[in-house]
């Protein structure tokens, strides 16, 4: 049989759903935009998502990766424990099986320790944390009766080194909770065929930095040891590796891609 890392399509007919997406400048559609490419049949999920949305962004994806492909559009929260649930109810449903799960979705706020209120606090914890652990509990079910499965989730910078560039601590907190729940997710369920791994990532070129200003972005940039800010095209690279079976024998990892400023 021939050997798969010899494949060029990675992701020939896996489904794969991709959270976090709504933006064409985010990790999200980056990551879509690559399975896509590869053969992946993607369900593209966001809080935000609409017909019109995922119209768009399936347009967008055929124009660059030149093929047809299979997509479908979910609106969710993932705040929410039965949205995520209708999310891979439908995914189920419509391709018949899932084989992974890419969880994007995530919001930040820059605010010192002593101004971050209750409410904020809540929102913080409950999109980045509360929102992984409810999808990843969703589709483990399904996983878990197939007996394999990957997850990627999108962890920080800001949950390794204490603090983030951008996020303030209860950011970090809640990221360095996606470290740890990943950590706990590769344990648990390794011994079923089912791998779980962390980004962090750092100064990727999304939304997420508009709040920056140019001096506060040539600052980081200097401390940054490839000297620059990073591309959500170098982002969706790492999720391929982690979603496809060239990572056939990593689980429980933390992958860095922040241009070298934490090297530990
Ligand atoms: N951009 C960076 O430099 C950077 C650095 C470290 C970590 N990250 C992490 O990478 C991930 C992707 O970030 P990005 O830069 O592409 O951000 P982005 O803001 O471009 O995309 C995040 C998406 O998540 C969606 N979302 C927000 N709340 C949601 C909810 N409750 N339910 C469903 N979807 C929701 C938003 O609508 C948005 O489309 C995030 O988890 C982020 O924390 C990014």
Redesign the pocket.
């Known amino acids: 049989m021939k050997n798969s890392q010899y494949n060029l399509l990675q992701l020939q007919n896996k489904v794969c759903i991709i959270?976090?997406?709504?933006?064409r400048?985010?990790?999200?559609y980056a990551t879509a935009e690559l399975f896509a490419a590869h053969g992946a049949k993607t369900v593209i999920?966001?809080?935000?998502m609409n017909e019109q949305t995922a119209n768009d962004l399936a347009e967008s994806i055929a124009v660059q990766i030149g093929k047809k492909f299979e997509m479908i559009g979910l609106q969710?929260?993932?705040?929410s424990a039965s949205d995520c649930e209708m999310v891979i109810q439908k995914a189920v449903t419509h391709f018949g099986t899932i084989d992974c799960l890419v969880n994007?979705?995530?919001?930040?706020k820059s605010e010192g320790m002593l101004s971050i209120t209750e409410q904020d606090y809540d929102l913080i914890m409950d999109?980045?944390l509360k929102?992984t652990f409810n999808i990843c509990k969703s589709v483990l079910k399904v996983f878990v009766e197939k007996q394999a499965g990957v997850i990627v989730n999108?962890?920080?910078?800001?949950g390794q080194r204490g603090g983030?560039l951008?996020g303030g601590s209860h950011y970090a907190a809640s990221?360095g909770g996606v470290i740890s729940l990943t950590r706990s997710i590769a344990r648990e369920f390794a011994p079923m065929n089912i791998r779980a791994n962390v980004i962090?990532?750092?100064?990727?070129e999304?939304?997420?930095?508009d709040g920056l200003s140019e001096e506060q972005l040539e600052n980081v940039i200097t401390g940054i040891p490839l000297k620059r800010i990073?591309k959500?095209s170098e982002l969706a690279g790492a999720c391929l590796f982690l979603a496809s079976e060239l990572s056939g024998f990593v689980t429980g990892a933390t992958i860095d891609v922040n241009g070298g400023i934490h090297i530990h």
């Open positions: 959270t976090g997406v709504a933006s400048r985010s990790i999200g999920v966001d809080l935000v969710c929260d993932v705040r994007c979705a995530g919001i930040v999109v980045n929102g999108l962890a920080s910078l800001a983030g951008v990221k962090c990532p750092a100064m990727i999304t939304p997420m930095l990073g959500t």
